[in-house]
């Protein structure tokens, strides 16, 4: 399994960002995928899920409607757009295979500043 995330950065409060995570060495198109956060204060945080077809989604209460999980399964590709950053947002990103963050990558840096 390999995950690799991209598109983090600077942005200021009420931002957008989006993020992309490439993804080989597995079958992507059948596994569900998701996105989790860490911060030393917060450890790591489940942030969304989406079905291996993309049909089903799922958010943490934190992002939901600010966020949207998305993904294209023939580039073995995810998504997270996210909205309206706050400064609760910041973190760093991964993509992993399950809501525990297992299989992740190394990670993208997001900072919203105020």
């Known amino acids: 399994v390999q995950l690799v995330e991209s598109g983090g950065g600077l942005v200021q409060f009420g931002g957008s960002l989006r993020l992309a995570c490439v993804a080989s060495?597995?079958?992507?198109?059948?596994?569900?995928m998701n996105w989790v956060r860490q911060t030393p204060e917060k450890g790591l945080e489940w942030v969304s899920e989406?079905?291996?077809?993309?049909?089903?989604?799922y958010y943490a209460d934190s992002v939901k409607g600010r966020f949207t999980i998305s993904r294209d399964n023939a580039k073995s590709t995810l998504y997270l757009q996210m909205n309206s950053l706050k400064s609760d947002d910041t973190a760093r990103y991964f993509c992993?295979?399950?809501?525990?963050?297992?299989?992740r990558g190394q990670g993208t840096q997001v900072t919203v500043s105020s």
């Open positions: 989406i079905s291996s077809s993309g049909t089903f989604t």
């Open positions: 992993a295979t399950d809501r525990l963050g297992r299989g």
């Open positions: 060495g597995f079958n992507f198109s059948n596994t569900f």
